[in-house]
């Protein structure tokens, strides 16, 4: 069983700023990759930003320049720094890890998401 604990969602005002981060516990024994999606209501649920094992990220266009996305090898953490948040980033955020199990199957895991919304 792998868990992942998300935390740090909520109300901001735009231009605010938010940190989401996540934490991948239990029978995973090597992580290639963590990110973030994100799904708006009515809308499909799209890549935010991306971290691979050698620490290479990739962003949405719609994020470049206002979120950053981190990771805590040691922790099995990935970190999600949002600033200058607009309107439009108002979604349920979503953790994605992507690495092995303990029988070194390759697997997808999602946490259970966390909304945030941005609103004045």
């Known amino acids: 069983q792998v868990q992942l604990v998300e935390s740090g969602g909520g109300l901001v005002q735009p231009g605010g700023s938010l940190r989401l981060s996540c934490a991948a516990s239990?029978?995973?024994?090597?992580?290639?990759?963590m990110g973030w999606y994100r799904q708006a209501p009515g809308k499909q649920r799209e890549l935010v930003a991306a971290?691979?094992?050698?620490?290479?990220?990739n962003y949405a266009d719609s994020v470049k320049g206002r979120f950053t996305i981190s990771r805590d090898n040691a922790k099995n953490t990935v970190l999600l720094q949002m600033n200058s948040l607009k309107p439009e980033d108002t979604a349920v955020y979503y953790c994605?890890?992507?690495?092995?199990?303990?029988?070194?199957?390759?697997?997808?895991?999602w946490g259970q998401g966390t909304q945030v919304t941005v609103s004045s």
């Open positions: 971290i691979i094992s050698g620490g290479s990220t």
């Open positions: 239990g029978s995973i024994i090597s992580i290639n990759a």
């Open positions: 994605n890890v992507e690495g092995y199990d303990s029988t070194w199957l390759k697997r997808a895991y």
